[in-house]
C-alpha cells in the first residue's frame, strides 16, 4: 500500500510561484508513474503533468513552460511559475503503483488561490 500526502498549497498573486510537494509513504518500490492533476470549482478533475519513474515528463498545454514536475525517491514536486487566477484549484498528486496489478492512489489535495 502507498500513501501519498500533498503540501504547499497557499494564497499567491498572479504572476507568483508555489512548490507543490508530495510525499509517498508505505510501498514506495511498487511506485511507477506520478502525476498532478487539478480540480477547479465547478469542473471536472484535469491533468496537469505525469512524470514517469525513469523521469520523462508530460505537460498538459496550459501549463506547459510555467510548471515544472521532478520526483525524488519518496517525493515529487510540481514547481509552480507565472501562476495565473485560472490555476486556482485543489491539487491532487497520483501514484501509479503495481504491487502486482495496477492501482491508482491519490491523495487528498492542497488548494492553490492565485489572486488576480
Known amino acids: 500500500q502507498v500513501q501519498l500526502v500533498e503540501s504547499g498549497g497557499g494564497l499567491v498573486q498572479a504572476g507568483g510561484s508555489l512548490r507543490l510537494s508530495c510525499a509517498a509513504s508505505?510501498?514506495?518500490?511498487?511506485?511507477?508513474?506520478m502525476g498532478w492533476y487539478r480540480q477547479a470549482p465547478g469542473k471536472q478533475r484535469e491533468l496537469v503533468a505525469t512524470?514517469?519513474?525513469?523521469?520523462t515528463t508530460n505537460y498538459a498545454d496550459s501549463v506547459k513552460g510555467r510548471f515544472t514536475s521532478s520526483r525524488d525517491n519518496a517525493m515529487a514536486y510540481l514547481q509552480m511559475n507565472s501562476l495565473k487566477p485560472e490555476d486556482t484549484a485543489v491539487y491532487y498528486c497520483?501514484?501509479?503503483?503495481?504491487?502486482?496489478?495496477?492501482?491508482?492512489?491519490w491523495g487528498q489535495g492542497t488548494l492553490v488561490t492565485v489572486s488576480s
Open positions: 497520483k501514484a501509479v503503483t503495481w504491487s502486482p496489478g495496477l492501482l491508482e492512489v
Open positions: 508505505g510501498n514506495i518500490f511498487s511506485i511507477r508513474t
Open positions: 512524470i514517469s519513474s525513469g523521469g
